[in-house]
């Protein structure tokens, strides 16, 4: 079985930063596209950001230029770091990832268990 484990949420005042970790474990061949969400009271959940295994990101246009994704492959991790928070990025945060377990299976799309981010004005 595969787990994601995310850590670093918090509550920090706005136009401050926190990073965020997602670290996957259990039979993991290869960790494609690792992905983070988030989802705010009464919204849907929403993309912030992506990473592909080569390093390629793409970021929501309200997080551009104030968060930064990055991944280790050799640890199947993958991190945010958020600075110049705003109170409206206050959410539960959820890291995604597609993850192949052995040659013979197809990518399958896992998720943590979210951590909560506040950011206070």
């Known amino acids: 079985q595969v787990q994601l484990v995310e850590s670093g949420g918090g509550l920090v005042q706005a136009g401050g930063s926190l990073r965020l970790s997602c670290a996957a474990s259990?039979?993991?061949?290869?960790?494609?596209?690792m992905r983070w969400y988030r989802q705010a009271p009464g919204n849907q959940r929403e993309l912030v950001t992506s990473i592909t295994r080569s390093g390629i990101t793409n970021y929501a246009a309200s997080v551009k230029g104030r968060f930064t994704i990055s991944r280790d492959n050799a640890k199947n991790t993958v991190y945010l770091q958020m600075n110049s928070l705003k109170p409206e990025d206050t959410a539960v945060y959820y890291c995604?990832?597609?993850?192949?377990?052995?040659?013979?299976?197809?990518?399958?799309?896992?998720w943590g268990q979210g951590t909560q981010v506040t950011v206070s004005s």
């Open positions: 259990g039979s993991i061949l290869s960790a494609n596209a």
């Open positions: 995604n990832a597609q993850i192949q377990q052995t040659f013979f299976s197809a990518p399958y799309d896992y």
